[in-house]
Structures are given as C-alpha cells and as structure tokens.
C-alpha cells in the first residue's frame, strides 16, 4: 500500500484547495472498512490532527482550528479521502498527510493509523 496525497498546492488567503488521497499502487486493497483521517506538520512544529472520517463516513471531526472551513469526505467506491479546505489562512501553510485507521472509527492519534501517504505540500500567503 503507497498512498499518494494530491491537490496541494500555493494559494492567497481565503482561497481554496481540495485534496486527495489514493492508494497509488492499485494493490486492489480497499479501504473502505477503515477510517481515514487527515494531519498536518507546519513548519518547524510536530504533526497535528485536521480531520478523520469513520468507515461509512457517517462520523466526521475536525480539529478545532479547521472547523467550518475544512470538510472531510470520501469515495469509497473509489477508495479514496478529499479534504475540501475554503477560507485559508497562512497558518494553514503545512506539510499535509493522509492516513488510513487500523479501525473502523475516526481517530484524533496518530498512532491509531497503519498507512500514511507521502504528503502534499499546503501553502497559504497572506
């Protein structure tokens, strides 16, 4: 399993970027029992929780500092996560990961995730 995370990208405040997270390899392997979730590493600080998604997508949690601007989603038709993120602010400007759960429910911990992507860089000016 190889996921690749897409989409980031620079953008002024208040823009907007969508991200997403596949398993790059094709290796048939379904993720559609886990929860996925989103974390970020800003520059010079330790990954952080964004957001996380339960199997079904019926369950979502955002990281306080993202909620009402970041929407969790996913495909699993397509085996796929998105990340929509409106209203940017420079303190967004992170190193962005996607993870599947080795459960079925969301997570906020990182070790509560087997397969990380390579992540995208997110860039925010002001």
């Known amino acids: 399993v190889q996921l690749q995370a897409s989409g980031g990208g620079s953008v002024q405040a208040g823009g907007s970027l969508r991200l997403s997270c596949a398993d790059s390899?094709?290796?048939?392997?379904?993720?559609?029992?886990?929860?996925m979730g989103w974390f970020r590493q800003p520059p010079g600080k330790e990954r952080e929780f964004v957001a996380a998604?339960?199997?079904?997508?019926?369950?979502?949690r955002y990281a306080d500092s993202v909620k009402g601007r970041f929407i969790i989603s996913r495909d699993n038709a397509k085996n796929t996560v998105y990340l929509q993120m409106d209203s940017l602010k420079p303190e967004d400007t992170a190193v962005y990961y996607c993870?599947?759960?080795?459960?079925?429910?969301?997570?906020?911990?990182?070790?509560?995730?087997?397969?990380w992507g390579q992540g995208t860089q997110v860039t925010v000016s002001s």
């Open positions: 993870a599947v759960g080795r459960g079925s429910s969301y997570s906020y911990t990182p070790g509560s995730y087997a397969y």
């Open positions: 390899r094709r290796t048939g392997r379904t993720f559609s029992n886990n929860g």
């Open positions: 998604i339960s199997w079904r997508g019926g369950d979502t």
